[in-house]
Structures are given as structure tokens and as C-alpha cells.
């Protein structure tokens, strides 16, 4: 999409985490659900393909965070059944890029 999409506009809103370990047949609408007690979900999404080792993940992108390492901190004790989800903040962008600290403080601040 262009510099003004909506993709683009999402991505610079909001603050990125990666998630793994949770039950095979897992749906997003689960996940949306369970994420949104700790903020405003912007998108969930559960990539195809599987990690180095062999596991599905996937990444949840929290709208209007104000303090990232509160809502870190907070993700750390998130269960689906008997799987707790190991989930860090996102290191990569969509793109691919590396996801620099004046990025994530720009995330904080919009």
C-alpha cells in the first residue's frame, strides 16, 4: 500500500509481539480474544509456515500502548489450556527490517 495506507498506518501505531507455544488448531479469533485483556488489539496473525524448530507462531500488534515494558511484563504469564505462550516484543518488521529502539519509541508515542 502507499506511505498513507492502512497497513502502513497500523504498523507505525502500534507495538509488535511474537508468540509461540500454543495448541495446534489454535484460531486467531481465540488468540484476538485472549490478547485483548491486555490492550487494544490491533491484528493477529499466524503465519503458514512454522520456526527453526518446527513450531507454529505467530504476532500480535497492541494499538495505543503507552508504557511497552507494563504490557510486556503483563504477556508473560499468558495460558491457552495447559500451553503458556512464550511471547517477546517483535525484533523484525513486517518487512523484514530490523525493528530499531527509535521505531518501538515512536510506536509508544503515536
Known amino acids: 500500500l502507499t ?29 484476538w480474544k485472549l490478547f485483548a485483556k491486555y490492550g487494544r488489539v490491533g491484528e493477529v496473525y499466524i503465519p503458514n509456515k512454522l520456526d527453526i524448530r518446527g513450531n507454529k507462531f505467530g504476532f500480535v500488534k497492541f494499538k495505543e500502548v503507552k508504557e511497552v515494558e507494563e504490557l510486556s511484563n503483563n504477556l508473560e504469564d ?10 517477546n516484543l517483535s525484533r523484525f518488521g513486517r518487512n523484514g527490517s530490523v525493528a530499531s529502539k527509535t521505531q518501538e519509541e515512536r510506536r509508544v508515542t503515536t
Not at 3 to 31: I, Y
Open 78 to 87: 499468558v495460558w491457552i489450556g495447559s500451553y503458556k505462550l512464550r511471547i
Open 3 to 31: 506511505e498513507d495506507g492502512f497497513v502502513n498506518r497500523l504498523n507505525k501505531e502500534t507495538t509488535s509481539f511474537f508468540f509461540t507455544n500454543f495448541p495446534e488448531g489454535t484460531l486467531v479469533m481465540e488468540l
